[in-house]
């Protein structure tokens, strides 16, 4: 079983739009004290984009602030990440997580180490 699978990864050009949405299976999106999205591009580490907490509060990377939205939707287990304005530097492998354990909020829901549950990765290229 797949708990978590991102999808509406591709290429854009530069100042183009992307949304992609990962669907959670019941346990870890029901039990999650955090959602996110991550990425990775070649040669770095994983950086985290945006974080959702239980509370819907939301937080960005200052890189995509203004520029991405992050939302769940409760009722189809999906948590969403809408993209625009997307920059060359955007480029990169982009992760769904999931963190079920209290941890991950108390420490702001921003470290990748908290989170239990990892979808595969979605490509995103910007190009200029």
């Known amino acids: 079983q797949v708990d978590l699978v991102e999808s509406g990864g591709g290429s854009v050009q530069a100042g183009g739009s992307l949304r992609l949405s990962c669907a959670a299976s019941?346990?870890?999106?029901?039990?999650?004290?955090?959602m996110g999205w991550f990425r990775q591009a070649p040669g770095k580490g994983r950086e985290v984009v945006a974080h959702?907490?239980?509370?819907?509060?939301?937080n960005y990377a200052d890189s995509v602030k203004g520029r991405f939205t992050i939302s769940k939707d409760n009722a189809n287990n999906t948590l969403y990440l809408q993209m625009n304005r997307l920059k060359s530097e955007d480029t990169a492998m982009y992760y769904c997580?999931?963190?079920?354990?209290?941890?991950?909020?108390?420490?702001?829901?921003?470290?990748?180490?908290?989170?239990?549950?990892w979808g595969q990765g979605t490509q995103v290229t910007v190009s200029s």
């Open positions: 019941e346990y870890p999106y029901s039990r999650s004290h955090c």
């Open positions: 959702i907490d239980s509370e819907d509060t939301t």
């Open positions: 997580a999931a963190s079920t354990s209290g941890r991950g909020k108390i420490f702001g829901c921003s470290r990748y180490e908290d989170y239990d549950y």
